[in-house]
């Protein structure tokens, strides 16, 4: 199968249905192992992009958060939301189809704090100088709750399972 091309017309299928231009496809061992294209117009949920849905999908049916093992294609270069989640995930790749330099002509999706060319360099600023306002109330309780998750791991920092640094 050409995941490529499923990719792309998952995309376009979702676009004639009047949803978003965008779709994402798994696939471990040369099989579709899940799919999805963006639901954001569909569903009113600005997380329910395609990257995030089909990752859902994908662990979901594995039983496990890692994705170790599995290549991950996607219409356009994603969104930091998605990158961070594709990270998270640990796919062995991701292949992307199309950067936001090609397809702006035709598509644009800035927020109130919220811009593609820019974002990246916002997101790497300190906190308390992006342009969401955020606000650092520290509380040792909530330091509390890592102490007691790393009880219940029998002393150990990380999450059983995850793929080695």
């Known amino acids: 199968m050409d995941f490529v ?35 954001v117009a569909q569903t009113n949920d600005p997380t329910a992009h395609a990257e995030i849905l089909a990752i859902r999908a994908a662990c ?6 890692h994705l170790t093992g599995t290549t991950i294609y996607v219409l356009a270069h994603p969104c930091p939301m998605c990158l961070g989640s594709l990270y998270y995930c640990s796919p062995d790749e991701v292949v992307f189809l199309t950067t936001r330099e090609a397809y702006e ?15 990246y360099e916002e997101f790497a ?6 342009r969401l306002p955020m606000r ?30």
Do not use: C, M
């Open 60 to 65: 979901t049916r594995l039983g496990t958060e």
């Open 136 to 165: 650092y109330e520290p509380r040792e309780a909530a330091v509390e709750v890592y102490r007691f998750w790393q009880d219940r791991n029998g002393g150990q920092r990380r999450v059983p399972g995850a793929p080695a640094v």
């Open 125 to 130: 600023k300190d906190w308390d100088q992006r």
């Open 5 to 39: 091309q499923r990719t792309i017309d998952l995309a376009r299928q979702n676009v004639a249905e009047g949803g978003r231009p965008f779709a994402t496809v798994i696939v471990k061992d040369g099989e579709i192992l899940a799919e999805s294209a963006n639901q």
């Open 105 to 119: 002509p035709h598509y644009v999706d800035d927020r109130k704090y919220f811009e593609l060319g820019t974002f």
